[in-house]
Each structure stands twice: as C-alpha cells, then as structure tokens.
C-alpha cells in the first residue's frame, strides 16, 4: 500500500518479490487513457507507448509482467513488435487487441508469438480477466532475457553482459542482480532483498545487502560511464 497526500492510497499487487507491471502499446488516445486508468486502480504499475518502436524500447529496457498490444499502430504494427520481442529473447505474455475479428488475423496474431487475443470493443473486466490468467502462468517462462539499458542478464544460461562485455558473477551476485533486474526502476528496501535473495530474515544490524551491493558495483558499474545500481538514502536500492 502507498499512501500518499490528502489521505489517498494506492494498492500495488506484488507477487513473489515482485510488483505487477504492464506495458500498454495503444496509438487511440482515449482507449489508452481508459486502461491506464482502469489498471492503476486494479493495482498494476502501468508504463505505457503509442506507437511499435516506442513499445520495443520500453520492453527491451524495462521488465513487464504482461504487454497489451494493439495491432494497428503507426510505424511498426504489433505483428511486428510481437515478432521483434520474441525474436530477441523477450517473452513477456503478450495479449493483442485489435479491431479485426477474422480468424486469418487472430491466427496471424498468434503465430507472431502472442499469448491471447481480444477484439475490440471489450469489456474492461473481460480484459482484465484475460491480464490475470497471464499472470497465473509460472513467472519463470515468461522472460528468458532480461534487460535493464545496456545491461542484459540471460536467466537460463546466467550469462551477463553490459554492451558486448560479459562479466562473471559469483552465484549470490548473480541472484542478487536477477532480483534487482525483474524490479528494475522500482525501490527495494534491504528487508525486501535480504529476505528474496537470501530466503532469510533480515536483522537490521546486518550489512550483508550492502556488501553485496559493493561487489555488484565493482562489476556491473564502476567499468562503466553509465551507473545502473542508485542507493536510495535510508531506505535501499534501485536498479535502473
């Protein structure tokens, strides 16, 4: 829960160390701003892109739970950007909505490599319906490479590389950059990450998010110009 000013609180679902994020790729103004809005309020994070290359940069430097895709969008349709995302390792589920109701096109949607199919105009609840039965698929299939800016961290192989650097991490430092990573731009607090990664309770006179947090600069920043692991004062860390 997250209070904020004037008495208002938000709910933000969070399952398994991780808060729900999705990504909305819709160019109509108004449809946008409608699942914005209804998804806020159902507790998701929401980024959101109104055109295909626009939705493969967020995707490609964010972590998302579940991507709503339109179809007919200006540059890259979303046939393209579903066949880009998978193509470069990306499988976050995919639901597309489009406005073309022929069994060519949903199959054609499919074969790109998306999850579901919803055809314009929906209900909002049936929508979110759809997001929830995603989400309830076993979170390991769903991103097989992740990427946070120029950082990628391939969670099969456990390979990590910023550019075309691969860099070697001891198996804590691994888990704790996977953690960080499938919460990019959100902030965990040490309790939040001792008790992820070390599956323990966190006592507050230990320091062994810190130190690890050390190590983890030494290799996946300080090589380089641009600094990805932000301490946020009193309170823990962000990535990205």
């Known amino acids: 829960m997250l209070e904020l000013t004037g008495g208002v609180t938000l709910r933000?679902?969070?399952?398994?160390?991780?808060?729900l994020?999705?990504?909305?790729?819709?160019?109509?103004?108004?449809?946008?701003?409608?699942?914005?809005?209804?998804?806020?309020?159902?507790?998701?994070f929401v980024d959101a892109a109104k055109d295909g290359n626009e939705a493969i940069m967020l995707a490609s430097s964010n972590q998302y739970d579940v991507i709503v895709l339109d179809?007919?969008?200006?540059?890259?349709?979303?046939?393209?950007?579903?066949?880009?995302?998978?193509?470069?390792?990306?499988?976050?589920?995919?639901?597309?909505?489009?406005?073309?109701?022929?069994?060519?096109?949903?199959?054609?949607?499919?074969?790109?490599?998306?999850?579901?199919?919803?055809?314009?105009?929906?209900?909002?609840?049936?929508?979110?319906?759809?997001?929830?039965?995603?989400?309830?698929r076993p979170r390991e299939t769903f991103e097989r490479v992740?990427?946070?800016?120029?950082?990628?961290?391939?969670?099969?192989?456990?390979?990590?590389?910023?550019?075309?650097?691969?860099?070697?991490?001891?198996?804590?430092?691994?888990?704790?950059?996977?953690?960080?990573?499938?919460?990019?731009h959100q902030v965990l607090s040490r309790t939040q990450i001792a008790e992820s990664v070390w599956d323990q309770d966190f006592f507050s006179d230990s320091n062994v998010v810190d130190v690890y947090i050390r190590y983890l600069r030494k290799k996946i920043d300080d090589p380089f110009p641009t600094k990805l692991i932000n301490t946020v004062r009193g309170f823990g860390y962000r990535l990205g």
Do not use: W
């Open 146 to 184: 992740l990427r946070v800016s120029d950082l990628s961290i391939d969670t099969v192989s456990h390979t990590v590389r910023r550019g075309n650097v691969e860099i070697e991490l001891s198996p804590k430092e691994y888990r704790l950059l996977e953690y960080l990573a499938r919460n990019a």
């Open 71 to 136: 179809i007919l969008l200006p540059g890259k349709n979303g046939y393209e950007v579903c066949s880009e995302l998978r193509a470069s390792g990306n499988y976050t589920p995919v639901l597309m909505l489009t406005a073309l109701d022929s069994v060519d096109e949903r199959v054609k949607g499919l074969n790109t490599g998306a999850d579901d199919y919803l055809v314009k105009p929906f209900a909002f609840k049936e929508l979110l319906a759809r997001v929830n039965a995603l989400l309830r």
């Open 21 to 44: 994020k999705i990504l909305i790729v819709e160019d109509e103004a108004t449809i946008s701003a409608f699942l914005q809005k209804g998804l806020k309020e159902e507790g998701f």
């Open 12 to 19: 933000f679902l969070y399952l398994g160390g991780v808060f």
